[in-house]
């Protein structure tokens, strides 16, 4: 049998769920395909691929921690992030609760397919940004985020490009692809 996958580019600012949640946008807006649900989430104030599928298995298998699933992040952060910073990432950063596995973490460009976000981050003529790619296999709560600030780099924008195999590609906010996923 095969399952149908989502490969959705959450738009800023849109809820990882269906139902509605006070008068915020959530994905009813942008897909209208019954029965299936998030597999995995993509906070409020992140950007980028979130999978979705009709099938419970393939769901969990997705977005259950013990499965180690691969997440591929871009990070715009406050600051010239450094050399020291990205080591830290990559060996682990102790957050309030524990250390995290360590991470793969490099310095980038700013990706040149990138969108414009609305509202735009906020621009400090003093202080300069950067941006790193930083890949994960843990789903804590605001993971990345708490991560950058934690090596004094603070996460001003937040795009997770890849999920395990699956990448955004050229899909622009609030577009969605079906794929079929064997099972």
Not at 25 to 33: F, R, S, V, W
Not at 113 to 138: D, K, N, V
Not at 161 to 178: I, S, T
Request: proline share 8%; with cysteine.
């Amino acid at each position: 049998m095969r399952s149908m996958l989502i490969l959705f580019n959450k738009p800023f600012q849109v809820m990882s769920q269906f139902s509605p949640s006070a008068n915020k946008t959530t994905l009813a807006q942008y897909i209208d395909i019954p029965k299936v649900y998030p597999a995995g989430r993509l906070d409020y104030d992140s950007e980028g691929l979130l999978l979705l599928t009709d099938d419970g298995r393939l769901q969990h298998q997705l977005s259950h921690p013990r499965h180690k699933q691969r997440k591929t992040y871009w990070a715009q952060v406050e600051g010239d992030i450094d050399a020291v910073a990205l080591e830290h990432l990559c060996k682990g950063v102790m957050l309030k609760d524990g250390m995290t596995l360590p991470a793969q973490a490099r310095r980038i460009e700013e990706p040149p397919s990138l969108w414009s976000r609305h509202p735009p981050i906020r621009h400090r003529a003093q202080i300069p940004t950067s941006w790193l790619e930083l890949s994960i296999t843990e789903g804590r709560n605001r993971q990345v985020r708490r991560m950058t600030a934690a090596v004094g780099y603070p996460t001003l924008r937040l795009i997770r490009y890849a999920v395990g195999e699956w990448h955004l590609n050229d899909l622009a906010p609030g577009e969605h692809r079906v794929v079929k996923h064997p099972r």
